[in-house]
């Protein structure tokens, strides 16, 4: 029988250590609402996420009050829009008709984010990829809920380096559509390497084709659980540090776990998986920074911040995994700046720099997020930024993303201000050293020797 | 059905689990465990009861156990027993 005091363990995580989960994310696929009639393609689209994502919130609701933890967001995501406009789309703006569609179904449904307005562009783009890209820009500045996210390489393919070309001006172009309101069309876009189908996290959510009509994904958080357990192991060894991290991320995974049996039984769908992340956010206490500094280093930045970050990732994913039935999505320690209060203060202090960020990239579940640059960054730097991500993530066999903010009109020792969960973040120095010539080059890198598997 | 552990924590007083459990009492949940603890003149008590005969919708009965502790001062929370199982046990 359960006890008082492990009840009020749980209970102390809730309360103190903001144990929640971070979002139930219900992925929809849209592969069936395909037309040739760009009215009937936005009708289907509509009445099928309606349809499907009715009792979401009020589910999640429920499930929040009966249990007792928090659930911070529920979600959407959608096949990449690029193969389901294919059909109907013609240009640019057809595309965006099709982002204020889902806008609408995401604002009717009560969901904060819809994920998949994407394109899985890896190793070639079609026509119709390259408009939806082309499109994002108008589509994130005239919509409120939708995120955009493009795959630019992988493992298994190499990198189109067109595309990362393309990707660096419209980073920028989304930047100048959304300059009014500090660039912040550029934190719902997102380039990656190695997407995963199943990823319940925005900006990056999308639901792939590898994927059944309907599923739900739950994404875990719990990075102030980690540093209270840690306090409690001030001065010992690795080995117990370790275990600590390990057992912690087991409760917190299965915590997320049970959620997402329950919201899969109430609401008649199947479960997909859970993503143990450890997913920051900007309030106090709630830092994977923190976690760091409670290893023992002085800043997050610091040397030594490398390992500290590797062998969290790894124990978390250690004790995530036999918590869960089906682990998938990102699942590790997310490191952005501007939803991290820990990581704020580091680059504040000038313990953190860009080149930091991107080591730490290589052993963590994703890479360089919410990180706000100078406005007047070149599109070119933004795509050797971009390339250098999906190269760690290319040749490492990981997920590798790249979220910035070229906040339009701001420069280093500015602050930007975003709200809610998205936080704000000091503006960044970027290396002023061009690539201009090495990104214009065109074609693509090679898919690299490892891959050559079969 | 699950079982249900409601947690009382507070500054203790007379009368406390009188009044628990008279509303519990009142909407048909069995009591099936009952643990307490007094450390330095605070209340901390463990219920483990069954739902299962009451009528009374969940969620309803979490938010009125929340309100009756505002009322004698101390903090009520109703949670589901597998949120604590699923965490603590393998």
Redesign the interface.
Known sequence: ????F??????KMIEQERLDVRTITLGISLLDCCDSDLDALNRNIYDKITRLAKDLVSTGR?IE?????PIVNTRISVTPIALVGGGACRSPEDFVEVAKTLDRAARDTGVNFLGGYSAIVSKGMTPTDEALIRSIPTALASTERVCSSVNIGSTKTGINMDAVKLMGEIVRETAEATKENNSLGCAKLVVLCNAPDDNPFMAGAFHGVTEADVVINVGVSGPGVIKHALEGVRGENFEVLCETVKKTAF?VT??G??VAQEASERLGIPFGIVDLSLAPTPSVGDSVAGILEEMGLESAGAPGTTAALALLNDQVKKGGIMASSFVGGLSGAFIPVSEDQGMIDAVNRGALTLEKLEAMTCVCSVGLDMIAIPGNTPASTISGIIADEAAIGMINQKTTAVRLIPVIGKDVGDTVEFGGLLGHAPVQQVNRFGCADFINRGGRIPAPIHSFKN | MSKT?I?VAGKDAVGIIAKICTYLADNEVNVE?I?Q?IVQGYF?M?M?VDTSGSSKP??EM??ELEVLGDEIGVKI?????????????I
């Open positions: 029988m359960i006890t008082i492990e009840v009020n363990e749980t209970n429920e009050l009966e249990y007792g933890i409760k299965r915590a776990q049970l | 552990i947690t465990d643990s603890t901390n463990m483990i969940y969620a979490v938010t929370r109703c949670q589901r027993e597998d949120i604590f199982t699923k965490m603590h046990r």
